[in-house]
C-alpha cells in the first residue's frame, strides 16, 4: 500500500536556527499539507499545496514558515528561525485531486525539538 | 467552517459496540463529514466520510441524520487496540483548499 513517508523522524535543533522538513507524498497525490502537534495537543492545520502553490494556510503559517516542491516527489516546510514554541511533531499528507474522496494519508511525522 | 462537538472522553470495554456521535449544527449544504483516527505518536488515519444517511466500511459505520447537524461513528466489536483519539471534520472541499481543522477529538479508552 503506498503510504507518506517523512524525514528526519526526529530533528534537534537550537533556537534561532532553520530546519527544512521533508516529505514524500503519494505519486499520484496532487494536494499536499502539513500540520502540527504540540505535545498532548490537537492537530493544527498549517497549509495546503496544489499546484505549486498555497491554497490555504492557517494563522500559524506566518512568515517564518514556508513550503516548497522543489522536484516531482519531495514536499518541504522550512521554518526559517525557530523557536522554543516550534516545538511538536510535523505532519505531512496528500490526497487525490478528487472531490468525492476527502481522505489525507498522513505520514509518519517528524518531532522536532528546539532547545 | 462548520464547528464541531465531541465528548472529550469514552470508556468502553472490548467486544462492545461503541457510538461517539459529534455535533455540527452549522454544517453547510456542501459541507462533508470526515471522522478520522490518531494513535500516539502517530498521525491521523482516515476512517469514514460520508453526506447523508448511513455509510459503512470495513471498519466503521457512519450515521447522519436527515437534518446533518449531527453524526454518530459507530465501531463495532471494540478490541485494545482500538483505544485512540476519533476526530470529526466537517468541511467543503470542493474551493481547492482543504483547509482542515481538527478539534479536541474523543479520546477512547477501551479495557479488557
Known amino acids: 500500500e503506498p503510504e507518506v513517508t517523512q524525514t528526519p523522524s526526529h530533528q534537534v535543533t537550537q533556537m534561532g536556527q532553520e530546519v527544512i522538513l521533508r516529505c514524500v507524498p503519494i505519486?499520484?497525490?496532487?494536494?499536499f499539507y502539513w500540520y502540527r502537534q504540540i505535545l498532548g495537543q490537537k492537530v493544527e492545520f498549517l497549509v495546503s499545496?496544489?499546484?505549486?502553490?498555497?491554497?490555504?494556510k492557517s494563522e500559524i503559517f506566518d512568515d517564518q514558515f514556508s513550503v516548497e516542491r522543489p522536484d516531482g516527489s519531495n514536499f518541504t516546510l522550512k521554518i526559517r528561525s525557530t523557536k522554543l514554541e516550534d516545538s511538536a511533531m510535523y505532519f505531512c499528507?496528500?490526497?487525490?485531486?478528487?472531490?468525492?474522496?476527502?481522505?489525507?494519508?498522513f505520514g509518519p511525522g517528524t518531532r522536532l525539538t528546539v532547545t | 467552517l462548520a464547528k464541531t462537538t465531541q465528548p472529550i472522553s469514552m470508556d468502553s470495554y472490548e467486544g462492545q459496540e461503541v457510538n461517539i456521535t459529534c455535533s455540527h449544527n452549522?454544517?453547510?449544504?456542501?459541507?462533508?463529514i470526515t471522522w478520522y483516527q490518531q494513535f500516539p505518536s502517530q498521525g491521523p488515519r482516515f476512517i469514514i466520510q460520508?453526506?447523508?444517511t448511513k455509510v459503512t466500511n470495513e471498519v466503521a459505520s457512519l450515521f447522519i441524520p436527515a437534518d446533518r447537524k449531527s453524526s454518530t461513528l459507530s465501531l463495532p466489536r471494540v478490541s485494545l487496540s482500538d483505544t485512540a483519539v476519533y476526530y470529526c471534520?466537517?468541511?467543503?472541499?470542493?474551493?481547492?483548499?482543504?483547509?482542515?481543522?481538527f478539534g479536541a477529538g474523543t479520546r477512547l479508552f477501551v479495557k479488557a
Open positions: 499528507a496528500s490526497s487525490e485531486d478528487s472531490p468525492s474522496s476527502y481522505e489525507q494519508y
Open positions: 452549522n454544517i453547510a449544504t456542501n459541507d462533508y
Open positions: 505519486s499520484n497525490h496532487l494536494y
Open positions: 471534520l466537517v468541511g467543503d472541499y470542493n474551493t481547492g483548499g482543504f483547509k482542515t481543522i
Open positions: 460520508g453526506y447523508k
Open positions: 499545496f496544489y499546484n505549486n502553490e498555497i491554497s490555504e
